[in-house]
T-cell receptor, first 116, second 112 residues
Framework: KQEVTQIPAALSVPEGENLVLNCSFT??????LQWFRQDPGKGLTSLLL?????REQTSGRLNASLDKSSGRSTLYIAASQPGDSATYLC???????????????FGKGTKLSVKP | NAGVTQTPKFRVLKTGQSMTLLCAQD?????MYWYRQDPGMGLRLIHY???????AKGEVPDGYNVSRLKKQNFLLGLESAAPSQTSVYFC???????????FGPGTRLTVT
């Protein structure tokens, strides 16, 4: 069974720091991996989607990498700002997951706090 | 273009009551999903639909029913609510299987 783990569960950094959020998954047979942002009391906003054939994706100050063979992804945030404070979720779309035809499997998230 | 909307935003039910959560999307997406989010558990898929008139079970389908009578709407029903169904429910949609999912703002449900 595919499992997704995100470490650390919470992270606090001063404004301006570059930081890395980690995501690991147990089965490398995935279609893609997606990073989301969730603000308190809000829904999820998609940040980046990496297909299994890709190594990384970039959007502004965000860079996500994927090492499928080792079951790892990282989300790099450059020059962090207080507005980046949120919970960041990682999700994989497995190729085989029971009867759910490869629907998203989520990690529990990393709660990021960027202090001014 | 409103994206994915959910109604209601909040609801309190007594054990045994029934209710329906409505999800609507205006992006002409084929796929729609219902998730629940619980502290310490992450998001888990309840049911999903790959097109109008279709539904399928996800990871945690027990106690829920769904219908997709119109392409833009996906309804989640609780026939007899239980305290274990206290959660935040999210709807999502995508135009295909291997592409980005777009999420609604969520419905916070409390069952007493």
């Amino acid at each position: 069974k595919q499992e997704v783990t995100q470490i650390p569960a919470a992270l606090s950094v001063p404004e301006g720091e570059n930081l890395v959020l980690n995501c690991s998954f147990t089965d490398s047979a995935i279609y893609n991996l997606q990073w989301f942002r969730q603000d308190p009391g809000k829904g999820l906003t998609s940040l980046l989607l990496i297909q299994s054939s890709q190594r990384e994706q970039t959007s502004g100050r965000l860079n996500a990498s994927l090492d499928k063979s080792s079951g790892r992804s990282t989300l790099y945030i450059a020059a962090s700002q207080p507005g980046d404070s949120a919970t960041y979720l990682c999700a994989v779309r497995p190729m085989n997951y029971g009867g759910s035809q490869g629907n998203l499997i989520f990690g529990k998230g990393t709660k990021l706090s960027v202090k001014p | 273009n409103a994206g994915v909307t959910q109604t209601p935003k909040f609801r309190v039910l007594k054990t045994g009551q029934s209710m329906t959560l409505l999800c609507a999307q205006d992006m002409n997406h084929e796929y729609m999903y219902w998730y629940r989010q619980d502290p310490g558990m992450g998001l888990r898929l309840i049911h999903y639909s790959v097109g109008e008139g279709t539904t399928a079970k996800g990871e945690v389908p027990d106690g829920y029913n769904v219908s997709r009578l119109k392409k833009q709407n996906f309804l989640l029903g609780l026939e007899s609510a239980a305290p274990s169904q206290t959660s935040v429910y999210f709807c999502a949609s995508s135009y295909g299987r291997g592409v980005e999912q777009y999420f609604g703002p969520g419905t916070r449900l409390t069952v007493t």
